[in-house]
């Protein structure tokens, strides 16, 4: 059977136009670096691809979020370590003034210098984060948690925690609550000072003459109660501090485990999406030579066929 001169052309022009649209793929490809330009080049891999660049984003996320927690960690840390060094030097200081042979104006002296170590212990307890969030306030963070109202120092904040996604199963406290570190105290005299509340009642007892006996067993018995209350004091910023500790060897954990999966992550994309550059420019140079012999081909036909209708 005789093929028409028109389906001849047709026929060539498709196959031209097929070898055409392979190459141009090709060097998209080349030029992208991309395996994968549109969904219907392998569907089950774009899905996939999707599914990892998803995955990989949340890692980063998660990176920068433990990045975040580790930076606000560090001021928590650096403040509960003053704390600590400030309560020491009240125990220090508690300790001195027990000494039988002070006076009234040794004493006040001492409670001269207490009185600085209790307006420290205010801007501690009121320190901000790096992003200007209180440490010590709960969920409120622009509240300033701790005030001296007059009648002592009063707490403004609440008890919530603020928490960050630090992975995909884990959350991370990025925050104390006030209350917990510098409130709940446990009294030597049954249920709960503040730290505030025992460096105050120090101060009064060394602010009050020793005239008598009587006053003489009322300041010793009320200088070793303060001494317990400092040492509980102490004991509790100690905890919280572990606390904040073991959060930050969490971080370094996770760190790691983050490092691990965003080297797996780009691994997985690379194979599924990247290109084989030697393989597609292979493949460029092959079907540039059967472009020039389809065109070879297409002429060579057309040429014959008009010649068979000339004739």
Do not use: C, W
Request: negative net charge; without cysteine.
């Amino acid at each position: 059977m005789r093929v028409s001169s028109n389906t001849s052309y047709e026929l060539g022009i498709a196959a031209l136009n097929r070898q055409q649209v392979t190459q141009v793929k090709n060097l998209e490809q080349i030029s992208s670096g991309r395996r994968i330009l549109t969904p219907s080049d392998n569907p089950a891999a774009y899905v996939r691809v999707l599914e990892v660049s998803q995955a990989d984003a949340g890692n980063t996320q998660y990176a920068m979020n433990r990045q975040q927690a580790m930076a606000g960690f560090g001021i928590l840390e650096a403040t509960l370590g003053g704390v600590t060094n400030l309560l020491q030097n009240a125990q220090e200081l508690a300790v001195y003034a027990g000494n039988g042979t002070l006076t009234d104006s040794g004493r006040s002296a001492i409670a001269t210098e207490l009185r600085g170590n209790l307006d420290e212990l205010l801007s501690l307890a009121n320190r901000t984060d790096g992003s200007g969030q209180y440490l010590f306030s709960g969920f409120q963070g622009a509240i300033k948690p701790f005030d001296d109202t007059g009648s002592g120092v009063q707490y403004f904040g609440d008890e919530g925690l603020r928490m960050v996604q630090a992975s995909a199963s884990r959350q991370l406290a990025v925050n104390e609550s006030g209350r917990e570190v510098f409130e709940r105290i446990p009294n030597s005299g049954g249920g709960y000072q503040s730290m505030f509340k025992t460096l105050s009642d120090l101060i009064g007892i060394l602010e009050t003459p020793v005239t008598d006996a009587a006053s003489k067993a009322a300041f010793s018995s009320g200088l070793t109660t303060a001494q317990g209350n400092l040492s509980n004091a102490l004991d509790n910023v100690l905890r919280v501090h572990a606390s904040v500790g073991t959060r930050m060897k969490e971080v370094d954990t996770l760190n790691e485990g983050g490092d691990e999966l965003n080297i797996q992550y780009k691994q997985q994309l690379s194979e599924l999406r990247d290109v084989d550059y030697a393989k597609v420019i292979s493949d460029l140079t092959q079907q540039q030579a059967y472009l020039e012999a389809t065109q070879m081909a297409f002429l060579k036909v057309q040429g014959l066929s008009l010649f068979d209708y000339i004739r």
